[in-house]
């Protein structure tokens, strides 16, 4: 059942249709794909390419530059396909958005170059913004970027950079005028940020794995930049004012997130419904008559549509060009019900379980992590319902 | 050149297959192309790919049967022909009838088809449909190499390769391993909703419908007993086993 009351186009639920038939032909692979995304934390470069070929990337650029102009919803739907077969793809996800950044804010001659090979899904790209000491309040970022004649020169530290090491390219959030001096001369905060397309073999630029778990198939990553050399045609968006660009393209993220969460929770709850229809403890009744396994999974069948409905809401609303801070409310009302939803249903799958919930062989236990991940990442759910509080409700700001 | 793929849609393999009153029940199954037919179709596309060719489909069934040729267009193929029939028969020899008049207006070189559908099972149709064209014919195709109208197929003969050498026109039909179909990918999706599909009804192929056989009943296969283990040392494990095969399964 996908969303019977959304008006879906015949081309978006083409897009289902055909992510579906694909992870149907694939699905002799899923136990290996499971071991390599879970277990050796490799997502396989085998289900991106077949991401590529289906032309996913394809849809999310305009036919002008090569793709065929779905837009963010088609990548949406297919994102929460992915993630329902219990194979959502993050870098998938930041490629989406750096492509979204580019589209939205990039320079003519910067389309023509990046976004045919996008949509042919040849370049795969990471987002950086997070730093050791600047996390939600990114704008006290202290990477640096300084211009010398016709290029960049950025310096810092960035931390919890997801599949840095599997990408080709790393888009970087860096200072071009330092926090304090904006400060000084009275100007915004988000004044005198840029974003630098990095390629992630560019010199002085080196990475170091995090011990981290929760990203499903990628690792995070330090990424020192030491005086690393930017073209300056590499720079997306203004000088000073890339965060107009990035603000832009955070939403696609929390969008895509949202997804991810959704077929996260179709993906448990569909476990945890066979699961109970054939599980027997007293008698020859199953599990799944009794209403104490019965009423949490229904329950979350409801959120789950409602955050379904908001994310589809939220994806459209960026298609069609909305103001941001109009689909930002929705990519982050989505985002918030989504991840909070996954979760849960994450936990409630083991619940159902028993004891099989812990075992490896199930699954469930290894989604624990990445259902968790979603509730703090891209963005902590503290923070998601600030803004909301702010701007759906107009309460003053408390931080 | 021309080629013809006659395509049929069935259950899904995966599909459990449920029987109800002596029937195969299809509410709510899910249904694919052949597998066989599968092949079939992406070789007809290799042959496009690698030359100049026009690849028509043809079909024999229920209006459903529009999202087998609508894949199978997507894949890449250039046009379908659908033979509606909302009670299909199950008569080989009156639907390859059906099928050789609808073939024969087209005057393909090639007609390609699977070795046989998951469904029925019979593999009687395609062969049919070239015995009453004269059309030559090799069966179980693994390899297939064109070479004007020359034509080389390797075929499997029971495990082993038989090579054939034949020429156009010709039918051959697809085992498994002749190739790795593709999936639609969605500019193609979305190009095969604006390819032509003729619907055709066997009056209007001039075909009455005559079955010389019917499907009386349709049954699932008996459960599998569980297997009978034997123990003791090999000595005695072998010759308890001889004394079953002689005296139980009546076999030796």
């Known amino acids: 059942m996908l969303a019977i009351g959304f008006m879906l186009t015949d081309e ?73 077969h219990g194979l959502g793809n993050v870098l998938a ?156 393209a955070l939403n696609p993220e929390r969008i895509l997130f949202a997804a991810k969460g959704v077929g996260m929770t179709e993906y448990a709850l569909a476990r945890a419904a066979e699961y109970a229809k054939a599980r027997r403890v007293f008698g020859d009744t199953p599990i799944a008559a009794y209403q104490g396994v019965q009423h949490p999974l229904a329950r979350l069948k409801v959120l789950q549509e409602a955050a379904r409905m908001l994310t589809y809401q939220a994806a459209e609303a960026f298609d069609r060009g909305r103001a941001r801070s109009e689909v930002g409310l929705f990519a982050n009302m989505a985002k918030y019900l989504a991840s909070e939803t996954a979760f849960e249903a994450i936990d409630r799958a083991i619940q159902t379980h028993g004891g099989n919930g812990f075992s490896k062989e199930y699954h469930l236990i290894r989604m624990m992590a990445p259902a968790r991940l979603m509730k703090t990442a891209p963005i902590n759910n503290e923070m998601v319902l600030n803004y909301i509080a702010e701007r759906a409700l107009g309460l003053p700001r408390s931080y | 050149m021309k080629i013809v793929v006659l395509l049929k849609q069935t259950f899904d393999t995966e599909e459990k297959v449920v029987v109800e009153g002596g029937k195969v029940k299809e509410d709510g199954a899910q249904f694919i192309i052949n597998p066989y037919d599968e092949y079939a179709v992406e070789e007809a596309i290799r042959i496009k790919e690698s030359g100049d060719a026009e690849v028509v489909l043809i079909s024999y069934g229920p209006a459903r049967a529009e999202e087998a040729l609508r894949k199978a267009l997507a894949m890449g193929a250039d046009r379908a022909i659908l033979i509606e029939d909302e009670t299909p028969s199950a008569d080989e020899a009156y639907v390859a009838e059906l099928i050789a008049r609808a ?150």
């Open chain 1, 12 to 84: 978006q639920r083409t897009v289902i249709d055909a992510v579906e038939e694909l992870l149907r032909k694939l699905k002799p692979r899923q136990e290996a794909y499971f071991k390599s995304i879970y277990d050796d934390q490799h997502y396989p470069d085998e289900l991106w390419e077949h991401m590529s070929a289906l032309g996913l990337f394809g849809a999310l650029v305009p036919e002008a530059y090569g793709g065929s102009g779905l837009g963010l919803l088609a990548m949406t739907l297919a994102m929460e396909r992915f993630a329902a």
């Open chain 1, 93 to 248: 996800v930041l490629t989406t958005m750096d492509a979204m950044a580019i589209l939205r804010g990039g320079t003519e001659a910067q389309k023509r170059r990046f976004l045919p090979a996008i949509a042919e899904g040849k370049l795969r790209m990471a987002f950086a913004i997070t730093e050791p000491d600047a996390g939600t309040n990114s704008f006290r970022m202290r990477t640096l970027a300084r211009k010398d004649g016709s290029v960049y020169r950025l310096s810092g530290r960035k931390a919890w950079i997801t599949g840095a090491d599997r990408a080709d390219y790393v888009l970087v959030v860096a200072r071009t005028i330092p926090y304090e001096e904006v400060i000084a001369q009275g100007l915004r905060e988000r004044y005198g940020m840029g974003l630098f397309l990095v390629d992630t073999k560019a010199e002085g630029l080196s990475m170091q794995a995090m011990e981290t778990v929760g990203i499903e198939g990628f690792r995070q990553f330090f990424l020192y930049l030491d005086d690393v050399e930017v073209p300056e045609d590499h720079r997306i968006g203004d000088e000073h004012d890339g965060a107009e660009v990035m603000f832009d």
């Open chain 2, 103 to 252: 073939v024969e207006k087209e005057a393909p070189d090639i007609l390609l088809a699977g070795y046989f559908s998951v469904d029925n099972g019979a593999g009687q149709v395609a062969l049919r449909v070239a015995e009453r064209l004269g059309m030559n014919h090799v069966g179980a195709v693994l390899k297939l190499t064109l070479d004007g109208d020359r034509v080389r197929a390797e075929r499997d003969a029971e495990g082993d390769i038989e090579v054939v050498e034949t020429t156009l026109p010709v039918l051959l039909t697809a085992q498994q391993g002749l190739n790795d179909p593709r999936y639609p990918s969605l500019p193609g999706i979305m190009k095969a909703k604006k390819k032509p599909l003729d619907r055709l009804t066997p009056g209007e192929l001039g075909v009455e419908r005559k079955e010389t056989t019917q499907v009386i009943e349709q049954y699932l296969p008996p459960k599998k007993e569980a297997g009978k283990i034997i123990g003791g040392t090999a000595e005695e494990a072998a010759r308890e086993l001889v004394r079953l095969l002689r005296e139980e399964a009546k076999v030796v």
